[in-house]
């Protein structure tokens, strides 16, 4: 094979649709780039794993691959797990070159797959300037996440929410409902909720009953299989290939 192989590495979930979301969006992502080969795995619960995927490609004549991970954050899989599990299928598989990926977020597309969602689910561009925003993450423990977090809320802060909050849903308060209520007591007139998650799951339940619990006015969707979401990753397996020091038009 003369071109790398994408495998994009997913956390996983008991919950069916985590894994259905995350074969739509590399579905999109093999729309995209026609030619390219895109494969995915899983780091538990679903299947394929990230071993058994790497030995088959090996086994199959590929050379290299990219192996990008379905996070928003630099958090514990994407600087613990993930490394651990790709060197030990380098030390396994020496004939094959595997180049880790850096993680989704923060980018400017990720921003525009959370306007769409909160579009679709009835935000208009007229009631932001009385609308606040719970910008609702699964939560983390690690100080570089949760940095990154609070950067997105003052970043979206500028986009005409008249108000921006972040909430998680595990690791860190406040939570999404109290995230809500606050702006409620704040006064402001509505509340919009953007869950900053890819794909369904136990967390992003916790968002979406949160809201509801607190009755927000408007309830985004997971960021799911969007256009830009599958643009994104296609940017980061880009990156990725680019030795250091050198340029994309290069």
Same mark, same amino acid.
């Given at each position: 094979?003369?071109?790398?192989? %994408?495998?994009?590495?997913?956390?996983? !979930?008991?919950?069916?649709?985590?894994? +259905?979301?995350?074969?739509? &969006?590399?579905?999109?992502? *093999?729309?995209? *780039?026609? /030619?390219?080969?895109?494969?995915?795995?899983?780091?538990?619960?679903?299947?394929? !794993?990230?071993?058994?995927?790497?030995?088959?490609?090996?086994?199959? $004549?590929?050379?290299?691959?990219?192996?990008?991970?379905?996070?928003?954050?630099?958090?514990?899989?994407?600087?613990?797990?993930?490394?651990?599990?790709?060197?030990?299928?380098?030390?396994?598989?020496?004939?094959?070159?595997?180049?880790?990926?850096?993680?989704?977020?923060?980018?400017? %597309?990720?921003?525009?797959?959370? /306007? *769409?969602?909160?579009?679709?689910?009835?935000?208009?561009?007229?009631?932001?300037?009385?609308? $606040?925003?719970?910008?609702?993450?699964?939560? !983390?423990? =690690?100080?570089?996440?949760?940095?990154?977090?609070?950067?997105?809320?003052?970043?979206?802060?500028?986009?005409?929410?008249?108000?921006?909050?972040?909430?998680? +849903? !595990?690791?860190?308060?406040?939570?999404?409902?109290?995230?809500?209520?606050?702006?409620? +007591?704040?006064?402001?007139?509505?509340?919009?909720?953007?869950?900053?998650?890819?794909?369904?799951?136990?967390?992003?339940?916790?968002?979406? +009953?949160?809201?509801?619990?607190?009755?927000? =006015?408007?309830?985004?969707?997971?960021?799911?299989?969007?256009?830009?979401?599958?643009? &994104?990753?296609?940017?980061?397996?880009?990156?990725?290939?680019?030795?250091?020091?050198?340029?994309?038009?290069?």
């Amino acid at each position: 094979m003369t071109h790398p192989t %994408l495998l994009v590495i997913a956390h996983g !979930s008991r919950d069916p649709r985590h894994a +259905a979301t995350v074969h739509a &969006l590399t579905e999109r992502v *093999r729309a995209e *780039r026609p /030619g390219l080969r895109v494969e995915t795995a899983f780091l538990e619960f679903n299947a394929p !794993s990230v071993p058994r995927v790497l030995e088959r490609l090996a086994a199959q $004549g590929a050379d290299e691959v990219v192996a990008l991970p379905l996070l928003l954050t630099r958090a514990f899989h994407a600087k613990t797990d993930i490394p651990s599990v790709l060197r030990e299928a380098r030390a396994r598989l020496p004939g094959l070159r595997i180049r880790q990926a850096d993680v989704l977020g923060p980018s400017p %597309l990720l921003n525009a797959t959370l /306007g *769409r969602r909160l579009r679709e689910a009835g935000a208009r561009p007229g009631d932001l300037p009385r609308t $606040g925003l719970v910008l609702a993450s699964a939560g !983390s423990t =690690d100080p570089e996440a949760i940095a990154v977090i609070a950067e997105i809320a003052r970043e979206l802060r500028h986009t005409g929410w008249c108000a921006v909050r972040p909430a998680f +849903a !595990s690791a860190l308060l406040p939570r999404t409902e109290d995230a809500v209520r606050a702006l409620r +007591a704040e006064g402001v007139d509505r509340v919009a909720v953007a869950p900053y998650v890819i794909a369904p799951g136990r967390l992003p339940d916790r968002i979406v +009953a949160g809201a509801e619990a607190a009755g927000a =006015d408007v309830l985004a969707d997971v960021l799911g299989p969007a256009p830009e979401l599958a643009r &994104l990753l296609l940017n980061r397996f880009d990156e990725a290939r680019v030795p250091v020091g050198a340029s994309l038009s290069a």
